[in-house]
């Protein structure tokens, strides 16, 4: 909390409502009165790849978070928005540059980013505690809504655990009892391979070879040599993304497609339809499909598709849910964002109308849903199942 407490905003806001009021005094000599918050704009800061393996992740929830915001007539509690846009590059060491410019010189309102779990860790420890309120669009690592979890940090996607833990009881149940994994090799793609395994050994499954491979490279060769070797019953990855296509298409080309069963969550995720014929018959496990018939997801889709025209997509959707959370909690405090602990407490109870499925918050700020199991038919990730419901992050090490 900073030494104005939860005024401080309030206070920004009332100077610079106060010097525009000022000058309109000078001319017309009609004192204004002020609204709580100000009429001035509210700053959302946003740090997202717009450059890189995860460049169209970051470009399509921006987008979606935008056509969220536009249909609110592009206001917040019936301020007008302004955004100040930086491109991460998914560069962890650019990441404390990027994020102090956003809270200090620009003093953001809100602060939403990022894809990438090493700069998201690193943006949570930044804020926790401070007035700015932070929202994770994409970043799955488990400190975000666990350790480092506080009253302004929320998250509208999924934690690592979440994707994956589903996944290990899902091979199980498809009789896959030796598994290779294969993941790029950050924090994300560990705490994917850590919570699959946490379901996959106690359930009898053996991991026969587990190789994370450098981010952000796509070179798979000498890797699908030990899968050829081991022949393990099938595959299970962690790439998103620019390489994802690559990695599906490499599968492909070393004749392991339709042969030894290709696994993921992200893996098919906007790039399904990218990958042509290697995406066919790859099951994931995901809190969203675009293939749900659900309104909100038909609209959505078809909204999306008329803003940017390309296909929605798990990333489109968590953008979406972004500026639908912002919109709750601004008409809860009618636009005043110095009321931080209304504000947040409003944030927390809401409900989100999402293209994946309605959702609410845990304690702890996190999304509680469900997981679905697809599978690609004629590219798209079609829903075969539900593979865990309504399932709740444990949030450990979370003491807010
Ligand atoms: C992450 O780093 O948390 C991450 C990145 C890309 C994804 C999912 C998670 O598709």
Redesign the pocket.
């Known amino acids: 909390m900073s030494k104005f407490g939860k005024n401080e905003m309030t206070r920004r806001d009332f100077v610079k409502t106060a010097s525009t009021a000022l000058a309109v005094t000078a001319v017309s000599g009609i004192v204004p009165t002020f609204a709580i918050g100000g009429t001035a704009k509210v700053k959302v800061g946003v740090l997202l790849p717009f450059t890189g393996t995860?460049a169209m992740?970051g470009t399509h929830i921006l987008a979606a978070m935008k056509l969220r915001i536009a249909q609110n007539g592009d206001k917040l509690g019936g301020r007008e928005v302004e955004f100040i846009v930086i491109d991460s590059e998914?560069d962890v060491s650019k990441s404390t540059q990027h994020t102090n410019k956003l809270i200090k010189k620009e003093a953001v309102d809100f602060l939403v980013g990022?894809?990438?779990?090493?700069?998201?860790m690193n943006m949570a420890r930044m804020v926790k505690g401070k007035k700015v309120i932070m929202i994770v669009p994409?970043?799955?690592?488990n400190q975000i809504t666990g350790e480092f979890c506080a009253p302004n940090i929320f998250r509208t996607?999924?934690s690592?655990w979440q994707?994956a833990y589903p996944a290990g009881d899902a091979m199980l149940k498809a009789g896959h009892k030796k598994v290779a994994l294969m993941y790029?090799n950050?924090?994300?793609?560990k705490q994917?391979a850590a919570a699959f395994k946490e379901s996959f050994i106690p359930g009898g499954g053996e991991i026969v070879a587990d190789m994370p491979t450098p981010f952000p490279k796509g070179e798979f060769q000498s890797y699908f040599t030990k899968v050829a070797a081991l022949k393990p019953d099938a595959v299970f990855t962690?790439?998103?993304?620019g390489v994802?296509i690559k990695f599906m298409k490499d599968y492909a080309a070393a004749g392991f497609q339709g042969k030894i069963p290709l696994w993921g969550?992200?893996l098919t995720?906007g790039t399904s339809h990218k990958a042509g014929s290697a995406s066919e018959g790859i099951l994931t496990t995901l809190h969203y499909s675009s293939e749900l018939e659900n309104a909100t997801n038909v609209k959505f889709k078809k909204d999306f598709k008329g803003a940017t025209g390309d296909e929605a997509d798990?990333?489109a959707i968590q953008g979406f849910d972004t500026g639908s959370l912002m919109i709750q909690g601004m008409d809860a405090v009618k636009g005043d964002t110095g009321a931080t602990e209304a504000l947040t407490k409003a944030m927390n109870s809401s409900k989100i109308d999402s293209p994946r499925g309605m959702f609410s918050f845990s304690k702890a700020n996190h999304p509680i849903q469900d997981i679905y199991l697809r599978e690609v038919k004629g590219g798209l990730n079609k829903v075969v199942g539900v593979a865990a419901k309504a399932l709740e992050d444990p949030a450990i090490g979370c003491k807010a």
């Open positions: 995860y992740l998914a990022p894809v990438h779990s090493g700069i998201g994409n970043a799955g690592a996607s999924f690592s994707t790029f950050y924090a994300f793609g994917t962690f790439y998103s993304g994802a969550t992200f995720e798990v990333f």
